[in-house]
């Protein structure tokens, strides 16, 4: 079992900056693979990065790569999003999931492979 809550969603003007925030709980297990998704209205959840907890390694959408970053603090709890150059469209519903790295290394950076999720935190960009 793990836990994850977000926190730092906001609203923000194109090209400023927000950062997200997941605390992560429970079970190291089913939490040393982290990511981070976005749903706007109307469209489907779509995956924004993903980190494994054990060797740092990143994975980004292509859509927001070189502009945003995962990371995670040194203590493993908790994991960041930092988001930059921010454009209307990166506009959603911002969630944080876990789950065992064996699944996402066997399914990639898909919703299915995440079984424990946030409740999501707004992000709006205006133009």
């Known amino acids: 079992q793990a836990q994850v809550v977000e926190s730092g969603g906001g609203s923000v003007q194109a090209g400023g900056s927000l950062r997200l925030s997941c605390a992560a709980s429970g079970n190291t297990f089913s939490r040393n693979c982290m990511g981070w998704f976005r749903q706007a209205p109307g469209k489907e959840r779509e995956a924004v990065a993903r980190?494994?907890?054990?060797?740092?390694?990143?994975d980004y959408a292509d859509s927001v790569k070189g502009r945003f970053t995962i990371s995670q603090d040194n203590a493993k709890i908790t994991v960041y999003l930092q988001m930059n150059s921010l454009k209307p469209d990166d506009s959603a519903l911002y969630y944080c999931a876990a789950a065992p790295k064996q699944a996402c290394v066997a399914r990639g950076m898909v919703a299915a492979a995440f079984k424990y999720w946030g409740q999501g935190t707004q992000v709006t960009v205006s133009s």
């Open positions: 980190l494994y907890r054990d060797t740092g390694s990143t």
